[in-house]
């Protein structure tokens, strides 16, 4: 029945497109820097199956495989990716040129005459070759709720909601907000906007109204999609009352889309603007064929902070950010056809973008969606969601495991042995964490790969890879694929060439999935990555490189702050706080934390005439609270008669933080600074 249901000829025109473009994907050999030749279907298009059969144990994993297709794909990186992007994608219309453009013009573009579609390459390939396949293993916030979903379900979904969508007047270009706690509704939504073309800005359902607000402003959503309610542990979280509240006044704003999850399903709706997706969705076919795009035309845009205080929403395109996802999906976590894939990272961040959405389902594996958090309703959750689906994957995050390693051995447990690989990404994963991991979790026969990447970088660019890559605990290894790197004297901009001394990181070439833009301002795109370093992208972090060629992470140069993963930039917090009415003069720093890596400190000069009073700690967490949101609280606020800064004006942070950490003997050179001796914290 289902097949029947779908195939109504427009389909069929797909595929024959796609037959016709498969077939003129060329060949090549190529010739490796030490000479070598390698015929490149060999060597970059081999199964990770294949190369597991010498690395089912941890310890007896070959750097020679990863040296036989890295150095290929760096001599000839068009030519790696290209043929990447054909084998793992399927195209509508092929493309000639891989890549042109420049970071020092800031111009880039990937498989330039390429047309294909995003939902199309997650859902209907595999939902037609096999429609009973789980697609979403859905997983509620409490114990005995979940259920799972097909790809066939999945395509049927994904187009009704194109069609809700298409019918209330959004059309290919136009950008939809998704407001959404972490269900397959959500992967839905994502793909129900790339279907249709339009392009989606997934806000994390932890932002507070007037976060939200912001980013529906700058990139004027013309629909928001949403949930009544959402649940994690013991809280509900009614997201259409921050909805409405962020989005009152908004003329550009037509339509919001509410997935009803309560019970009672009694929030209100505003006339003409809302409506609930299960009445919408029961009026339209269930199949709606796919929008070819281009494949630099706009995938999505996903607000992240920067070092001032205005968000900045990165724009990712269709197929270069596509193949990033697919590639690195595969050859990282080494996913194999049947894997099932549980990533706890939230659908608001690129994390769950290309690691819970776009990887798996690339790949049409099942992708495991947790609502809940891992220490609901005891600290055993993850273990018992393993063993229950047996999961084959688990992508976490330095703090998760931290957490889950503070509450004690005893929690872990349960049947682990499908699980091969732990990854974790956001921060620095402590070598100690890194080893408990190894041993406490997987008894020395799980892989962990710490892997790198940005909202910018759109997927993983230095990161171990299960089998080829012996890991180093502390170090997130070597290049990924293609991926050029570079460590940079910070005041020079020439490449540090010799190991272990700390420079910037950078990369020296471009890769498909980096972002093209910041939506709406270019120039601040050019200038806080392609302009520090001509010629180079610039990451914003420090970084080593050892004797091995292995890389090491340091922390950001600029003023973004890492608290368990989440990444906020101070001046964004310094914003919320100044609007404060007693808030003369703030600083926020970032301390080290043992629980969340980083923790959030603000520092505040009051206005003159304004009384320290008793409450207005408590205020000012309110304040960042209601601003941006619970997880961006300070988790201390200090209140001080004046703020150290250089003679220009500007706040000493590094000074702050030293003195907050108690490092009083590490206030470094205090030459430029005036009133340094004006702090005390209270
Ligand atoms: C920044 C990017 C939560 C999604 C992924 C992060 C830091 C990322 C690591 C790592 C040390 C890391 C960097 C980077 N970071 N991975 N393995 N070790 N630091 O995406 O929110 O765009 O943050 O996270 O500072 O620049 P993001």
Redesign the pocket.
Known sequence: RFFRKMYKGEYFTWLSQLGAQKASSPVKSIQTPSGTTLNQQDCTDTPVSYARGKSDQLGRVSLTEYRIRYDPSITDAPAYWAHQARTVLSWVRGFETVCSGSFARGDIKWFVEGQLNASYNCVDRHAFQDPDRVAIIFEGNEENEGRNISYGELLEQVCKVAWVLKESGVRKGDIVAIYMPVTPEAIVAILACARIGAVHSVIFAGFSPAALRTRVVDAKCKAVITADESRRGSKTINLKNIVDAAVEDCPFLTTVIVHKRAADGTCKMKTGRDMWWHEECSKWPCYIPPEPLNAEDPLFLLY??GSTGRPKGLMHTVGGYLVGAAVTTKHVFDVRDGDRFFCG?DIG????HTYLVYGPLLLGVSTLVFEGTLAYPTYERYWKIIEKHRVTQLHS??TALRMIKKAGDKYVGGDLSSLRTIG??????APEVWKWCHEVIGKGKIHIV????????GSNV??PLVGMIPPKPGS?TLPFFGIRPAILDPLTGEEIQESSREGV?AFKAPWPSMARTIYGYHSRFMETYMNPYKGYYF???AATRDEDGYYW?R??VDD?I?VS???LSTAEVEAALLKHPAVAETAVIGVQDDLTGQALNALVALKPGKDHAETLEAEFKAQVRKEIGPFATPKAVFIVDDLPKTRSGKIMRRILRNLVEGKTDQLGDTTTVSLATAFEPS
């Not at 974790?424 to 994963?429: D, I």
């Not at 710490?450 to 909202?455: A, G, P, V």
């Open positions: 992240t902070s990272g961040w690129i994390t769950g995050s330095p974790c990404v956001g921060e620095p994963l710490d892997t790198y990447f940005q909202t910018e970088t230095l990161t997130v990181l990451t914003g972090d992470i922390g950001r973004v890492n993963g989440h990444r």
